[in-house]
């Protein structure tokens, strides 16, 4: 990367102090940028300062994630993330924003959307319909729901953060992961990713505890009611050699006013990065 970075700031939501990235640019259009889960805002940093020359954008930290708090009773579930991200937009800005989310933070970002549709000028998911790792325990009794969600909780109580006696160790953990990464970003995504230990050792900067997932919704809603009130246009991206399922694939998504769907050859699950150029291009078209 190249040019001046963006400066870091903090806010409230639900008593936890959370941080978000600005990068400048305060008169141009706002456009919200939401990272996955286990990741951090700085996933951005190539697609923002590219934008930031006609968008303010602004990147958060998840609760839990980056340099944000994490929740003392690890609350990660999504009306929690909801609303954190309802405060920053709150605060920020007075005018309709478009969104740009990956994966957990394309789900959270759906949602805003379908609750505040006003809000929300333009919408682009990426890879954030169909997730299946976001609804774990789809179609069973609440009684076994509740029991498994306990027992992982009691589970993670008892994981401490894996730590890397070296920072190499864990940009390999990275690559490992993200095979698609070119050495220089994923590199770029380790320091950002990471926390240096009184130990010496290195560690991811996410809570353990947002591996652990419950919808905890209202009574009764169905996630489609609240696609169907979305007002502004919606993109949905999807990585052809991803886990996710294709939106077309999801019945659901036939409930969206204004969708339109783009899958991308050789790209997984962080299209965005696989694809990087042509995502780009796109998007830059599809915010104007």
């Given at each position: 990367?190249?040019?001046?970075?963006?400066?870091?700031?903090?806010?409230?939501?639900?008593?936890l102090a959370l941080n978000y990235l600005d990068w400048?640019?305060?008169?141009?259009?706002?456009?919200?940028?939401?990272?996955?889960?286990?990741?951090?805002?700085?996933?951005?940093?190539?697609?923002?300062?590219?934008?930031?020359?006609?968008?303010?954008?602004?990147?958060?930290?998840?609760?839990?994630?980056?340099?944000?708090?994490?929740?003392?009773?690890?609350?990660?579930?999504?009306?929690?993330?909801?609303?954190?991200?309802?405060?920053?937009?709150?605060?920020?800005?007075?005018?309709?924003?478009?969104?740009?989310?990956?994966?957990?933070?394309?789900?959270?970002?759906?949602?805003?959307?379908g609750l505040y549709p006003e809000r929300v000028r333009?919408?682009?998911?990426?890879?954030?319909?169909?997730?299946?790792?976001?609804?774990?325990?789809?179609?069973?009794?609440?009684?076994?729901?509740?029991?498994?969600?306990?027992?992982?909780?009691?589970?993670?109580?008892?994981?401490?953060?894996?730590?890397?006696?070296?920072?190499?160790?864990?940009?390999?953990?990275?690559?490992?992961?993200?095979?698609?990464?070119?050495?220089?970003?994923?590199?770029?995504?380790?320091?950002?990713?990471?926390?240096?230990?009184?130990?010496?050792?290195?560690?991811?900067?996410?809570?353990?505890?947002?591996?652990?997932?419950?919808?905890?919704?209202?009574?009764?809603?169905?996630?489609?009611?609240?696609?169907?009130?979305?007002?502004?246009?919606?993109?949905?991206?999807?990585?052809?050699?991803?886990?996710?399922?294709?939106?077309?694939?999801?019945?659901?998504?036939?409930?969206?006013?204004?969708?339109?769907?783009?899958?991308?050859?050789?790209?997984?699950?962080?299209?965005?990065?696989?694809?990087?150029?042509?995502?780009?291009?796109?998007?830059?078209?599809?915010?104007?």
């Amino acid at each position: 990367m190249n040019g001046p970075g963006p400066t870091s700031h903090r806010f409230f939501s639900q008593r936890l102090a959370l941080n978000y990235l600005d990068w400048g640019n305060p008169s141009a259009p706002p456009l919200v940028m939401v990272h996955g889960g286990m990741d951090h805002a700085r996933n951005w940093d190539w697609f923002a300062q590219d934008l930031s020359r006609e968008w303010h954008v602004i990147c958060p930290d998840l609760r839990g994630h980056g340099d944000s708090a994490w929740s003392p009773d690890g609350s990660y579930a999504i009306p929690f993330y909801v609303s954190d991200l309802a405060q920053l937009i709150h605060q920020v800005s007075d005018q309709p924003v478009s969104i740009v989310g990956h994966s957990l933070g394309g789900s959270i970002a759906l949602r805003y959307t379908g609750l505040y549709p006003e809000r929300v000028r333009r919408l682009a998911v990426i890879e954030g319909v169909g997730i299946a790792h976001l609804a774990p325990h789809a179609g069973k009794p609440p009684a076994e729901i509740w029991r498994e969600w306990i027992a992982e909780r009691r589970a993670l109580s008892a994981r401490s953060p894996r730590r890397y006696d070296t920072l190499d160790q864990a940009l390999a953990r990275m690559m490992q992961e993200n095979g698609h990464l070119s050495p220089e970003r994923a590199r770029h995504l380790t320091i950002h990713g990471t926390m240096r230990n009184e130990d010496g050792t290195w560690s991811w900067k996410y809570d353990n505890y947002v591996r652990s997932f419950i919808s905890l919704g209202v009574p009764g809603e169905r996630i489609e009611d609240i696609w169907h009130a979305i007002e502004c246009p919606v993109w949905l991206i999807h990585g052809e050699k991803s886990w996710a399922e294709h939106p077309d694939k999801d019945p659901r998504t036939a409930r969206f006013k204004n969708a339109q769907v783009t899958s991308y050859e050789n790209a997984g699950h962080w299209v965005h990065h696989d694809r990087f150029d042509s995502v780009l291009a796109d998007l830059k078209l599809f915010l104007e």
